[in-house]
């Protein structure tokens, strides 16, 4: 294509300009807007945004001074045109009431610039396909642009998220094919409270399990716990989508399975799942999908406690976190999962919030027991020594091949089937707790829902 993609030069050097008026206020609105280091097309205009909302999650004050030291010390001062390129900003004459003009219109060229590009791959494939069958293989590319739609949209609200998760529940319910104190964080059930006590501001809590052992679902009980006890919680959900996290938690909450067999259901069940989407309509809490690295993380989390306070962040998983994914050149992957776990830990402390990381156990957790997985220990965290540094506890999950409690001896494995093993038990470890100690509780996994529940006492 000859034609220039579409775009507004003098809009992105305004919104930068405000950016630098007003840095809290405008960062925020450009998040929830969903505008990114891509979406300005001047390559000089998306180093400063990506300074700028840097700044922003450091709670660095935004002068030019300051954004001339970070432009230097990140490598990025060369790319924005040096001292000439950040003058070029701060000369524009704005005012910070004119910024959600400007994030309209960065907005509006970057959402074209990407359908463009989608829609150019698209051509292009057709052109040279060669196969037979044109539904499967270039429906995915089909599919892309509308997940382009989807992403440069105006970022939905937990209710738009939550009422998209209802509808699918419903659609299949039919049978139709779908395409504490104010500082204290319960753990959604009262052994797992007074055995390890509440969580509470400034912590970093690590949950750790190997994999398919339940931390994403015991992540969901603690969280939509808290959110309707009150105080806001906003997850970071890099392994699933804001709607099909909506639909987990929905099971997780009804006690219903939510995926399977729907129209079967019958009639008072189908009543109590649809309900719980409602119960997950809370102004204080959302779950994300779109953010990748730390930075992005932080700063979409600043947003939210602006505007609805927050009590706790839950990052689901480390793994994925691009800063832990991607090192630095010349750095390690242990450094890198490190430096994540640090930053994470002082954010906790800085902001008065609690982070509830998700994280992996080595895969040698499977195999030094010849009858099955061993009870899982601190060393097990993977790649980071520094895991269990930087956090304030560290709680593992353990799904023992035998186990008794008082009835005799019984062995549970992954591979029962779940009509002869509908539940599992699990052991909740707190491997470490700074001021709180150490301990196990005992809990019993629902395989149908993914739902823990106490055991009976």
Request: proline share 3%; net charge neutral; glycine share 8%.
């Amino acid at each position: 294509m000859s034609r220039d993609l579409p775009h507004s030069l003098d809009a992105e050097s305004f919104l930068l300009s405000t950016a630098l008026i007003d840095g809290p206020s405008v960062i925020t609105k450009c998040i929830a807007s969903n505008i990114g280091t891509e979406s300005f097309l001047d390559a000089k205009n998306g180093a400063l945004w990506a300074t700028l909302r840097d700044m922003y999650a450091q709670n660095l004050p935004f002068s030019i001074d300051v954004l001339a030291e970070e432009l230097r010390r990140s490598g990025r001062l060369d790319a924005v045109g040096g001292y000439l390129g950040i003058a070029e900003i701060t000369s524009k004459t704005t005012t910070t009431a004119q910024a959600p003009y400007f994030i309209e219109k960065v907005r509006h060229y970057a959402q074209l610039r990407a359908l463009i590009r989608a829609s150019a791959s698209l051509v292009e494939m057709c052109y040279s396909y060669k196969g037979d069958d044109v539904i499967t293989d270039i429906g995915p590319q089909i599919d892309t642009i509308g997940n382009v739609l989807r992403q440069q949209e105006q970022a939905r609200t937990w209710f738009d998220v939550v009422e998209e998760a209802k509808r699918i529940t419903e659609a299949r319910m039919s049978g139709l094919q779908e395409k504490s104190s104010s500082n204290d964080a319960t753990w959604g059930f009262a052994d797992l409270d007074r055995n390890f006590c509440p969580m509470e501001a400034g912590e970093l809590v690590v949950l750790a399990a190997r994999t398919s052992t339940g931390k994403s679902s015991l992540m969901r009980q603690i969280v939509l716990a808290n959110a309707i006890k009150g105080g806001g919680v906003l997850v970071e959900s890099l392994e699933v989508t804001d709607t099909e996290a909506a639909i987990n938690l929905a099971a997780n909450y009804s006690g219903i399975p939510s995926r399977k067999n729907l129209h079967e259901l019958h009639a008072r069940d189908k009543a109590d799942l649809l309900a719980s989407f409602d119960t997950l309509k809370i102004p204080s809490f959302s779950v994300c999908h779109q953010d990748k690295s730390l930075a992005e993380i932080k700063a979409r989390a600043k947003a939210f406690k602006d505007k609805h306070g927050l009590k706790m962040l839950a990052v689901d998983f480390l793994g994925l976190v691009h800063d832990a994914k991607y090192p630095l050149r010349g750095e390690r992957i242990d450094q890198a999962i490190g430096r994540v776990t640090g930053d994470l830990k002082q954010f906790a402390v800085q902001e008065g919030i609690i982070v509830l990381l998700l994280a992996q156990l080595n895969r040698g957790v499977e195999k030094d027991n010849q009858t099955g997985p061993r009870r899982p220990m601190l060393s097990d965290l993977r790649d980071s020594g520094r895991i269990e540094e930087d956090a304030n506890r560290v709680i593992l999950l353990h799904r023992p091949t035998e186990y008794d409690l008082g009835q005799g001896s019984r062995t549970q494995k992954d591979t029962d089937e779940i009509e002869h093993t509908p539940r599992f038990y699990v052991e909740v470890i707190q491997a470490k707790g700074r001021n709180h100690g150490t301990g196990m509780v005992g809990m019993s996994f629902d395989r149908k829902t993914a739902t823990f529940r106490q055991l009976a006492r």
